[in-house]
């Protein structure tokens, strides 16, 4: 945590970028033990403007790509750029069915899968502004909203970051969350939440509410008031740290669970609210 450079990018290489198509592919800047995983796979959805690019971080144990949100953007002059996070997608781990290296019970790969994530989203985010994209957007879901919170924390190229089913800190959210009760199962016996709170004190956004309220970062959060898995409380408590440091999120509660958030009529409530805050012109504006 005292580390000001954990999240800065190794090298600052951006050597190996190929794209064939839709598909954009480079070497992550951490190589680990899988092969597939050491391979950053995005995929573009052109919007045939270099105005503004959004980079989307998926949910944890994502299946697909976005497509709706990826054509809806993309037909409003926003290139849409999905990341495969580590160990998702095209990095599966080889006879994994989900992505239980990405976050588990080990605390130290937990920390280098999140911070691999991060440093491939930085890298990628070189690549949109060597490519002419002026304006960079980032959005996570979930898992997702870690990594896209500690992207626009360490990254000043990201002008706006819209959070979905986000909290502080992930220590609290696996120990309470109940699709994470695996993981919480695992450690009880070793360690208590105070211990794994240190542990994974990099990972928290609550440390990094200065950084995520400086002047010229947009900030929204889209939360769900019958949240299982990202319980309320600790929502509130990100939301009021993120007020403390003066970062002034634009807030949108929807009433429904965490993975109904996913289905109408709150998917195109939280679409809508999302395009108004694309579309805003500076920090200050107020949500339409």
């Not at 997702?144 to 089913?165: I, Q, R, T, Y």
Request: hydrophobic share 40%; glycine share 8%.
């Amino acid at each position: 945590m005292a580390d000001s450079t954990f999240f800065d990018e190794p090298g600052g290489n951006d050597q190996g970028f190929e794209r064939q198509g839709e598909w954009l592919t480079c070497p992550s800047d951490i190589s680990t033990d899988v092969a597939e995983n050491n391979v950053v796979w995005a995929k573009i959805s052109d919007s045939g403007s270099f105005d503004q690019a959004l980079v989307i971080f998926h949910h944890w144990n994502a299946l697909s790509w976005n497509r709706r949100i990826a054509s809806f953007f993309s037909k409003r002059r926003i290139t849409v750029v999905e990341i495969a996070m580590p160990y998702h997608f095209q990095r599966s781990r080889p006879g994994s069915s989900h992505a239980d290296y990405m976050l588990s019970a080990n605390l130290g790969r937990t920390i280098q899968s999140v911070r691999q994530a991060v440093l491939d989203g930085r890298k990628l985010i070189r690549w949109l502004k060597g490519n002419g994209y002026c304006d960079i957007s980032v959005l996570g879901m979930s898992l997702g909203s870690w990594v896209a919170g500690l992207v626009a924390a360490h990254d000043p190229a990201v002008l706006k970051a819209s959070l979905f089913l986000t909290a502080g800190s992930l220590a609290d959210m696996v120990w309470t969350g109940r699709a994470t009760r695996a993981i919480r199962d695992s450690l009880e016996p070793e360690i208590g939440l105070a211990d794994l709170r240190r542990a994974w004190g990099p990972l928290n956004l609550e440390n990094c509410v200065d950084r995520l309220a400086r002047p010229d970062l947009a900030l929204q959060v889209v939360l769900a008031e019958r949240d299982k898995v990202v319980l309320p409380e600790l929502s509130t408590r990100f939301i009021q740290k993120l007020n403390d440091a003066g970062a002034r999120p634009n807030i949108l509660e929807m009433n429904c669970g965490h993975y109904s958030l996913a289905l109408p009529p709150y998917i195109l409530l939280a679409g809508l609210s999302l395009k108004r805050f694309l579309s805003r012109a500076d920090r200050s504006a107020q949500p339409g």
